[in-house]
């Protein structure tokens, strides 16, 4: 089993060092392998986009020739989570500031984002969310965090705030705007690797 998490630019070793221990509280084995260049991808069973610069990571996901992979992977139904930049770039379609900074979307979930629909970094913030796949509430991390302005039939909406989403799945693809990987809680990372193992 290997899960790869894409290491352009963000928060890599954060949700590598998650992985290592939601995987080490499922009694599991599996190999962990970070992504810079083409060529990975396809050796991986799920993936990680992590949080960063969404404007710098969709250019050097093109550039890198990882994209495609990706969107391949997608098609296999194999399992793909994005925090924060990550669902951004899992959007089709996105609000003006998207389209003025011609930022790339992978396209893989039916929603539109609102690349920064909670403010800039002075207004990131944590509160208490209710998921529908965990018994308590989850504190989640939200950094200059963007958020799903509409979604299609097929997206299954996990968490908002007010009327922003902020969690949502459609099939075997998971988009966050939060960072799970900041907080020692592994239940969203678990709720992950439900998907694989």
Same mark, same amino acid.
């Given at each position: 089993?290997?899960? !790869? @998490?894409?290491?352009?630019?963000?928060?890599?070793?954060?949700? /590598?060092?998650?992985?290592?221990?939601?995987? $080490?509280?499922?009694?599991?084995?599996? $190999?962990? *392998?970070?992504?810079?260049?083409?060529?990975? *991808?396809?050796?991986?069973?799920?993936? @990680?986009? #992590? !949080?960063?610069?969404?404007?710098?990571?969709?250019? %050097?996901?093109?550039?890198?020739?990882?994209?495609?992979?990706?969107?391949?992977?997608?098609?296999?139904?194999?399992?793909?989570? !994005?925090?924060?930049?990550?669902?951004?770039?899992?959007?089709?379609? !996105?609000?003006?500031?998207?389209?003025?900074?011609?930022?790339? %979307?992978?396209?893989?979930?039916?929603?539109? *984002?609102?690349?920064?629909?909670?403010?800039?970094?002075?207004?990131?913030?944590?509160? $208490?969310?209710?998921? +529908?796949?965990?018994?308590?509430?989850?504190?989640? @991390?939200?950094?200059?965090? +963007?958020?799903?302005?509409?979604?299609?039939?097929? /997206?299954? /909406?996990?968490?908002?705030?007010?009327?922003?989403? /902020?969690?949502?799945?459609?099939?075997? *693809?998971?988009?966050?705007?939060?960072? #799970?990987?900041?907080?020692?809680?592994?239940?969203?990372?678990?709720?992950?690797?439900?998907?694989?193992?």
């Amino acid at each position: 089993m290997k899960i !790869g @998490v894409i290491a352009i630019q963000g928060d890599v070793s954060e949700h /590598v060092e998650a992985l290592e221990r939601a995987i $080490e509280q499922r009694g599991e084995q599996a $190999e962990l *392998v970070t992504i810079k260049h083409k060529g990975i *991808v396809p050796e991986c069973d799920a993936l @990680v986009l #992590p !949080g960063g610069e969404s404007t710098t990571l969709g250019k %050097l996901l093109i550039r890198e020739g990882i994209a495609d992979e990706i969107r391949d992977m997608n098609t296999a139904g194999k399992p793909i989570m !994005g925090t924060c930049a990550g669902l951004i770039l899992l959007a089709t379609s !996105g609000d003006e500031q998207v389209a003025k900074t011609h930022q790339h %979307l992978l396209g893989l979930m039916d929603t539109k *984002v609102n690349r920064n629909a909670f403010g800039r970094q002075r207004d990131s913030f944590e509160t $208490e969310l209710e998921l +529908p796949f965990l018994d308590e509430p989850y504190n989640a @991390v939200f950094i200059r965090a +963007p958020g799903i302005i509409d979604s299609g039939n097929d /997206v299954k /909406v996990l968490a908002k705030i007010d009327d922003m989403i /902020v969690a949502a799945e459609q099939g075997n *693809v998971l988009a966050l705007a939060f960072h #799970p990987e900041l907080t020692f809680d592994t239940r969203v990372h678990q709720y992950f690797l439900d998907k694989l193992f």
